[in-house]
């Protein structure tokens, strides 16, 4: 794990922030620690740290691959006798007298004695099947990723996260260039009844994302450098 280090530029922040890592050796967390703004370059040196505070910063940050984080799960399931059916949509569930489940497939019908709803951006509409409206709606959220930039392909190390909770921005190594997030300050549902089923990755437009991305500070001398494309999930 690369560590990860929440940016203060703003004296209220720099207070929160302090306040928080007592939180964390309160309760036994001894791998989050206060740095200086010359350290966060050291952890992350594509960071502009002008005007910046301080920060709080755990060796314990890091990110997953979703796509390989899945397989893994799949390939322990299987050690443990597990089957794995791809393509095959559930439409039904059904309770049964037992007290267990007939799921009903594009393929057949499955009878099981529990069923785990795991169906993270379509989770809505298979609680339904169940008699459950479950309190979730997806939410728009957009990155940029940019092309390799010549100082994140210098280092011999993965440079650590940076939040910058005043920019409104995360970021992150993508292979030898960067993935940029932002919170978006004015948050859109987005099909509140649940994601088409046939629902992939689609990009989103440059200035619904730039909108957002421009009140980055301590990010905002590469990103004139480098070139970035828009995508959202």
């Known amino acids: 794990m690369p560590g990860g280090v929440i940016i203060a530029s703003d004296p209220a922040r720099w207070e929160w922030l302090k306040s928080a890592w007592a939180v964390f050796q309160s309760v036994g967390i001894e791998t989050a620690r ?117 100082e994140i392909a210098a280092l011999d190390r993965e440079v650590g996260i940076a939040v910058d909770l005043e920019g409104f921005t995360y970021l992150r190594q993508e292979r030898n260039g960067l993935l940029l997030g932002v919170y978006e300050r004015n948050p859109k549902h987005w099909n509140m009844d649940g994601a088409p089923w046939d629902y992939g990755m689609q990009f989103a437009l440059w200035g619904s994302v730039l909108a957002d991305a421009t009140v980055c500070i301590h990010a905002a001398g590469w990103l004139k450098a480098a070139s970035a494309s828009p995508s959202s999930n």
């Open 34 to 150: 206060l740095v200086t703004p010359e350290e966060i370059k050291q952890i992350c040196p594509i960071v502009d740290v002008t005007g910046v505070l301080g920060g709080l910063y755990d060796t314990n940050e890091g990110h997953l691959d979703p796509y390989g984080t899945t397989h893994a799960y799949v390939g322990a399931a299987r050690k443990r006798g597990a089957d794995l059916i791809l393509r095959n949509r559930v439409v039904e569930l059904k309770p049964r007298p037992d007290g267990g489940w007939n799921v009903v497939t594009e393929k057949g019908t499955i009878v099981a004695e529990h069923v785990v709803n795991a169906g993270g951006l379509w989770a809505k509409q298979l609680g339904r099947m169940a008699g459950v409206d479950l309190p979730v709606t997806p939410m728009e959220h957009h990155y940029l990723v940019t092309e390799d930039i010549a």
